[in-house]
């Protein structure tokens, strides 16, 4: 009857292109002074001729991005097929990045593909972000200091610094790549080193160039690196009480966004609502929500691994909202009439609610579940400006 949806951008290059441009440097320099192993050198001839790719398109949707959308929008039809009839109103909306916008593009181009009739409505304007990026200023009750804390220049980081030299040792890594450790430790920061390499090995499948580079690590050091991605988006996203829980707090905009445009939507004869944003909206909406998995509440900043795991929202990640009504009332049907069935990479979830059956609830039992959420997290935010 009616699909609300939230995505994430499909697969992308780095954000930070000084990442590409640290590795390659450190390995061009050790190269050119013999200072790499034979397993280095195989990992520098691989990564030398790869470079150019990325140059420029450092954010940008990847090809292998824009299939994901094309093919999570594929599915959707092929599910729910009456809520993409001919002629049937869709609202689309994404962030105002490029990858977003492209990822709304080829979503929306796969449902005309299937359905040419259907009547799409797209638009990435900032007067609507707000509602899709909780963490801006776009959001009324975000704040300066959000934002700063959102992109890790926050108080937070000096300890995450730390944090991160207690916990990695990059020199067993480094002796699989140089000669000698002091040879690394003269040409770069080895544990800069180390993450911006993660970072690059773990994103080259998002460009189509296979986990070559991930072989270089053991698994405890994968793991261990895990743990830090874990940290920064638990402390920057989650119910964490040093921050006063104001990183999920903010996503009441999306929430009640999503909440709203639902009555709305029915009423204007929208079957379908798209959003486009990013994992750690998605991250912190779903702390708000005390979904499975994203509700904890931990002191310690060391142990943000043992209750958060970022894997589980990879790129092209999405929620889905469905909302069903019996046949009977399926023209003008009540709200105690609804079902909702939430599903996160199109697998159902469970709500600390009585279902139905299954994983579907009533939308009133829903409802009243998000309604002292948003009234919790509205009056911390105003207390807290």
Not at 37 to 49: A, C, N, P, V
Not at 63 to 90: C, D, E, K, S
Request: net charge negative; proline share 5%.
């Amino acid at each position: 009857m009616y699909l609300s949806h939230y995505g994430r951008h499909g697969s992308r290059y780095l954000v930070d292109p000084g990442q590409y441009k640290n590795v390659y440097v450190v390995l061009s320099a050790a190269s050119a002074e013999g200072k790499l192993t034979d397993e280095g050198e195989r990992i520098w001839q691989f990564y030398s001729s790869a470079y150019p790719s990325f140059d420029k398109h450092e954010g940008e949707l990847t090809p292998l991005g824009a299939g994901q959308h094309r093919g999570i929008a594929a599915r959707m039809v092929r599910n729910y097929p009456r809520l993409f009839r001919n002629g049937n109103r869709v609202e689309a909306n994404s962030t105002n990045l490029e990858r977003t916008m492209l990822s709304m593009q080829y979503f929306t181009q796969e449902l005309l593909a299937q359905r040419p009739r259907l009547q799409i409505h797209a638009d990435a304007s900032r007067s609507y972000s707000g509602r899709i990026n909780q963490h801006t200023l776009e959001n009324p009750m975000a704040t300066e200091y959000d934002v700063q804390w959102k992109k890790g220049t926050g108080l937070w980081r000096p300890a995450f610094e730390e944090y991160a030299a207690g916990l990695i040792d990059p020199e067993p890594f480094c002796g699989r790549l140089f000669t000698d450790y002091p040879s690394a430790q003269g040409i770069c920061d080895p544990l800069i080193f180390i993450q911006d390499f993660f970072d690059v090995a773990a994103n080259l499948p998002s460009c189509g160039l296979g986990y070559g580079m991930l072989e270089a690590f053991t698994e405890d050091e994968l793991m261990l690196l895990g743990r830090l991605d874990n940290y920064r988006f638990y402390v920057s996203k989650s119910r964490w009480p040093g921050y006063d829980r104001r990183a999920c707090y903010l996503s009441e905009a999306v929430l009640g966004d999503i909440i709203e445009k639902v009555t709305e939507d029915l009423a204007d004869g929208v079957s379908v609502r798209l959003r486009f944003g990013h994992d750690g909206c998605m991250m912190a909406l779903f702390a708000l929500m005390k979904l499975e998995g994203w509700d904890a509440e931990i002191e310690d900043l060391a142990d943000a691994w043992k209750v958060w795991d970022v894997s589980r929202i990879p790129m092209a990640s999405n929620l889905q909202i469905v909302l069903f009504a019996p046949r009977r009332s399926a023209s003008s049907p009540r709200e105690d009439d609804m079902l909702v069935l939430l599903m996160l990479n199109e697998e159902p979830l469970q709500l600390p609610l009585t279902p139905v059956s299954g994983s579907y609830y009533r939308w009133t039992d829903f409802l009243s579940y998000c309604q002292p959420i948003l009234e919790e997290a509205r009056e911390a935010l105003a207390e807290n400006r």
